[in-house]
């Protein structure tokens, strides 16, 4: 028999489910040419744009967050149409907001630092180590990068190596070479 949280899992996530309330996070997934994302989205804007596994997050934003999760077209689709038209090459930059709550607060520094990157750039993890006043804290940039809860909008796969290769990367190495071929940077 399934948990209550898997349950409850199943049944917002269901293609016919529809909630008597609004929920206070909107929750659900979307395919791209790098995998299936699940997003969640707050009040304060996307908390989660993730290669991990929907029941993993949706007992995360669960536990850390807290609130109604369920599905929300009228705030999902507007991110799922930005994230499509970023692989279709027509979006630069994302216009959702970042709700980084999932983050810890060292990895909410480093991910500030990332959302100045901009698009067909790279920097690298001893640069943005450097800029966050932590130049010797280069595994912990590392493992902030790949736990970022907001991949994409938050855009970690510009973080690459100092010896010019990838990177570690949430999605995978093949998902960050794609993405920065996407973006016209060849690393590795």
Do not use: W
Not at 32 to 39: D, K, N, S
Not at 42 to 58: L, Q
């Amino acid at each position: 028999m399934p948990t209550p949280d898997l349950e409850a899992l199943i049944r917002v996530t269901a293609p016919g489910y529809v909630g008597a309330e609004p929920p206070e996070i909107a929750f659900g997934t979307t395919d791209t040419p790098v995998g299936r994302l699940v997003l969640a989205v707050t009040s304060r804007g996307v908390a989660a744009c993730s290669f991990e596994d929907e029941h993993a997050i949706f007992e995360r934003v669960g536990r850390e967050i807290g609130g109604f999760i369920g599905p929300d077209p009228r705030r999902l689709d507007p991110l799922r149409r930005e994230i499509d038209a970023y692989f279709a090459g027509r979006l630069r930059t994302f216009t959702a907001s970042v709700d980084l709550r999932l983050a810890t607060p060292f990895a909410r520094t480093v991910l500030q630092m990332m959302l100045a990157v901009p698009y067909g750039t790279v920097t690298t993890h001893a640069e943005l180590a450097a800029r966050i006043g932590r130049p010797q804290a280069l595994h912990a940039v590392s493992n902030a990068l790949v736990a970022n809860p907001v991949c994409l909008i938050v855009p970690c796969h510009r973080a690459i190596e100092g010896d010019g290769g990838p990177g570690a990367y949430a999605g995978g190495p093949e998902a960050k070479r794609h993405l920065l071929a996407l973006e016209g940077i060849t690393a590795g």
